[in-house]
């Protein structure tokens, strides 16, 4: 720490300073980076595999929407960016149905076709993919 007159410590020194004074590890990473330990829990994360819900089921058969084995995928990957991002209720738009996700449970909660309403409520994000 440099203590000329004008000089003042990095709020990074401090935080360093305070955290070896409780005795706890400092950890110094570049802003905007990740911890190794995020990083590695980020990697191992094993993901569940999407599920729908009986609503959903019931929505898709309703309204005579088949998801291809591509669609599907596409689908996974819009929630997976969707958890990525925070998301915790995501619209995910795919072609031209809409499904509203719950990231959190990995579980598509509706499906809505082209010929629907489209007013979506209670969604913190949407993924268009």
Do not use: Y
């Not at 191992?44 to 309204?63: C, D, G, I, W």
């Amino acid at each position: 720490m440099n203590s000329s007159f004008n000089s003042f410590p990095s709020i990074r020194e401090m935080t360093s300073k305070v955290e070896q004074a409780k005795g706890k590890p400092v950890q110094v990473k570049a802003p905007g980076s990740i911890s190794f330990a995020e990083m590695l829990e980020k990697t191992t994360k094993v993901q569940e595999p999407l599920k729908f819900s009986k609503h959903a089921n019931l929505r898709m058969e309703s309204r005579n929407l088949d998801l291809s084995d591509e669609q599907l995928g596409r689908l996974k990957d819009g929630v997976a960016k969707a958890s990525e991002k925070g998301i915790k209720e995501s619209l995910v738009m795919l072609d031209d149905m809409a499904f509203i996700v719950n990231v959190t449970n990995n579980t598509v909660i509706t499906a809505v076709g082209s010929s629907d309403e489209k007013i979506f409520t209670n969604i913190d994000g949407a993924v268009v993919v």
